[in-house]
């Protein structure tokens, strides 16, 4: 609920937003993506992680407001409102599901490092899946987005990759 000095686990102390990486591997801005549609921001802004490992797990605590049917991408909805949109993977909307399974439910109450998806990397890279996990935020209903540790390694639910205001 409230840690210690009366703020959520996942606020700044200036009431911001802090975004964890949902997979561990190198982060990198959004514009590094090879998808037009990320790197021209066409969705929003916010910053990608090559992938190492299998698990994706909730960036920031909120509420599961969307799985997408073929099991690549979710969305989560913080308690101030602000939505981000986590895709994993390039082209993997083709895989209609295969290689991806879902450990939560659309409207789960989620804390920001709760696993969502499991992913079968072994299947990604027989099929020659560029595997990277771009964390959008979605509209504009923030003030400031601050990309954080960007060209480091990250490390899955404890790295901060952004801050939103």
């Not at 993997?92 to 399974?101: A, D, I, Q, W």
């Not at 879902?102 to 595997?131: C, H, R, T, W, Y």
Request: hydrophobic share 40%; net charge negative.
């Amino acid at each position: 609920m409230f840690g210690i000095f009366g703020k959520k686990n996942n606020e700044n102390a200036d009431g911001g937003i802090r975004v964890i990486a949902p997979c561990s591997g190198k982060i990198v801005d959004i514009t590094e993506v090879p998808d037009a549609v990320f790197s021209g921001k066409m969705m929003g802004d916010g910053v990608a992680i090559w992938q190492e490992g299998s698990e994706v797990c909730a960036p920031v605590d909120g509420e599961l407001t969307l799985i997408a049917e073929t099991k690549h991408a979710f969305g989560i909805t913080a308690p101030n409102g602000v939505q981000l949109l986590v895709h994993v993977g390039l082209e993997t909307v083709e895989l209609g599901g295969e290689g991806f399974e879902v450990l939560a439910k659309v409207g789960q109450k989620v804390k920001a490092g709760d696993p969502i998806l499991n992913v079968n990397m072994d299947l990604m890279s027989s099929k020659g899946i560029e595997m990277i996990v771009p964390v959008v935020v979605l509209g504009d209903d923030y003030q400031e987005l601050s990309k954080e540790n960007l060209g480091s390694t990250a490390e899955r639910r404890s790295t901060v990759i952004a801050s939103i205001k």
